[in-house]
């Protein structure tokens, strides 16, 4: 056992503002082990760091939020391996249906951004007539 394994992990939550971090960086950020996310690599399929030209792993952003909330699943609320997978697959599937509604809002907002000037919504719908005029 090195001096290392002897030192409490501690996690800190707030993520540092960077492009890639490394495998001991995450570790720590989430306080856990290197190898407990090597592990997590082969079990959860959407948590998949890029590696670099030395075969070092490169976490980005979004991977060290989905190891804290594999985290969480896992340690906090006490869920299997599999359990949390499937929640993270309905979660998945629940965020791409409520994005299948969020197109009304999104509309509502394409519209105040030209509510101001009609003329340059006319002028840009002629222009896109006549373009896809040419392409017929």
Same mark, same amino acid.
């Given at each position: 056992?090195?001096?290392?394994e002897n030192v409490p992990v501690q996690p800190a939550y707030e993520i540092p503002d960077k492009l &890639?971090?490394?495998?001991?960086?995450?570790?720590?950020? /989430?306080?856990?082990? =290197? &190898?407990?996310?090597?592990?997590?690599? !082969?079990?959860?399929? /959407?948590?998949?760091?890029?590696?670099?030209? !030395?075969?070092?792993?490169?976490?980005?952003?979004?991977?060290?939020?989905?190891?804290?909330?594999?985290?969480?699943?896992?340690?906090?609320?006490? &869920? !299997?391996?599999?359990? /949390?997978?499937?929640?993270?697959? !309905?979660?998945?599937?629940?965020?791409?249906?409520?994005?299948?509604?969020? =197109?009304?809002?999104?509309?509502?907002?394409? /519209?105040?951004?030209?509510?101001?000037?009609?003329?340059?919504v006319e002028a840009v719908r002629t222009e896109l007539r006549a373009l896809a005029d040419m392409l017929?």
């Amino acid at each position: 056992m090195s001096a290392s394994e002897n030192v409490p992990v501690q996690p800190a939550y707030e993520i540092p503002d960077k492009l &890639y971090f490394r495998i001991g960086e995450v570790a720590r950020l /989430a306080g856990i082990k =290197p &190898y407990v996310l090597r592990f997590w690599e !082969t079990e959860f399929p /959407a948590l998949g760091p890029r590696k670099s030209g !030395t075969g070092h792993r490169l976490y980005r952003r979004k991977d060290v939020e989905l190891v804290l909330e594999i985290k969480g699943l896992l340690y906090d609320k006490r &869920y !299997t391996i599999e359990g /949390a997978r499937k929640s993270m697959e !309905t979660r998945g599937k629940g965020e791409s249906a409520r994005a299948v509604k969020s =197109p009304k809002k999104d509309k509502s907002r394409q /519209a105040d951004l030209f509510a101001e000037n009609p003329a340059l919504v006319e002028a840009v719908r002629t222009e896109l007539r006549a373009l896809a005029d040419m392409l017929k």
